[in-house]
């Protein structure tokens, strides 16, 4: 089986093709990026439609006109505007096509892509994107939380303190450019038993910066700081569950030293580290499209509106990640 997986959540349009060979064949994306300010949602969307077809054409080209036997798209959670403008593009492209369409539920599909691109069998998923910070495991057919954020998403609160500084979106890349020429500032560390508190860090970052402290040294304590809390938890969450293994994923997964601050920690519990690779570790379309084959052959309720405030938790885990291929 052939999917065509659409992503539309938030500020990228992705479209991937994937096999159930688990391979992907192509995977092209647009992601929309500012000078100033943040994502205004309804700028995602018109994003979204000004390059929807362009992208799909692209994905199809590259992956030299496979022949297509469904399409999945992002059906929760995101940004209403963008999710809407997704889920016409996939029915558009569905009717043309005539073929079965599937709407998958995006955090869904970025735990998953843990188990197509690495061997993780039962992990502790540390979760961090743009919109999420969670610490979850799998358990009896349901993905449960067992940490996070109470406030900001780190990603989030990455990119609010880089346009604090006059950075544009995303934030986290540069602030982890500029950290490599600083030093420690104190920053407060918030963790409230399993749960994390990232909003005042940046208000205080924020008027340290206001004090004449230098961009680098913030950004640098910036990212020991939190990152250190996201160690911290999801350590406590491997002891706490039995876990041996801990895999990353989500945007924020891309950063070095959150890698490297997760590897020495898990080497020191003789537990195993995975994450996915750099360039499928934010949103994209092979994991919806991957998520689209898990689901569609799994007997899963077919969907096809969109929910943006659903959570991954309330999704029956009809899929077995080890016995599908
Ligand atoms: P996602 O929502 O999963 O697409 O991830 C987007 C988020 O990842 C944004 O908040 C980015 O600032 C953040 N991000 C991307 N690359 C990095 C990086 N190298 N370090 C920290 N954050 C990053
Ligand atoms: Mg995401």
Redesign the pocket.
């Known amino acids: 089986m052939i999917c065509l997986g659409i992503e539309s959540t938030?500020?990228?349009f992705g479209c991937g093709i994937v096999s159930s060979k688990k391979k992907i064949l192509s995977d092209t994306r647009d992601m929309l990026k500012t000078e100033k300010g943040g994502i205004i949602p309804i700028d995602a969307a018109k994003h979204h439609r000004k390059v929807g077809k362009r992208i799909i054409e692209e994905a199809i080209l590259k992956a030299k006109y496979p022949k297509i036997d469904l399409i999945s798209f992002s059906r929760s959670p995101g940004l209403p505007p963008s999710l809407h403008e997704g889920r016409k593009i996939a029915l558009e492209f569905g009717k043309e096509m005539n073929l079965p369409i599937i709407g998958v539920n995006h955090v869904a599909s970025?735990l998953s892509s843990a188990h197509f691109h690495t061997k993780v069998k039962d992990p502790i998923y540390l979760f961090?994107?743009?919109?999420?910070t969670q610490i979850l495991i799998l358990e009896n057919k349901r993905f449960h939380q067992v940490g996070e954020s109470l406030d900001l998403?780190?990603?989030?609160a990455?990119?609010k303190f880089?346009r604090e500084i006059g950075l544009g979106?995303?934030?986290?890349?540069k602030?982890?450019e500029l950290a490599k020429k600083g030093s420690y500032s104190e920053l407060p560390y918030i963790v409230k038993g399993m749960d994390l508190s990232f909003s005042g860090i940046i208000t205080k970052a924020a008027d340290l910066l206001m004090k004449g402290n230098k961009k680098e040294d913030l950004c640098f304590s910036l990212q020991e700081t939190c990152f250190s809390m996201l160690t911290e938890v999801s350590e406590r969450a491997m002891a706490n569950c039995g876990k041996k293994e801990l895999v990353l994923i989500?945007?924020?997964a891309?950063?070095?030293r959150?890698r490297e601050m997760l590897t020495i920690m898990c080497n020191e519990r003789k537990a195993k580290f995975y994450s996915v690779p750099l360039e499928y570790?934010?949103?994209h379309g092979a994991m919806i499209a991957y998520q689209g084959i898990l689901e569609y052959n799994s007997g899963s309720k077919i969907k096809t509106d969109v929910s943006p405030y659903e959570r991954v938790e309330e999704i029956e885990v009809t899929w077995k990640y080890l016995e599908h291929f």
Do not use: K, Q, W, Y
């Open positions: 938030s500020h990228t970025h961090v994107s743009g919109a999420n998403a780190i990603g989030n990455l990119d880089a979106f995303p934030g986290g890349p602030i982890e989500g945007g924020v891309a950063n070095r959150l570790s934010g949103d």
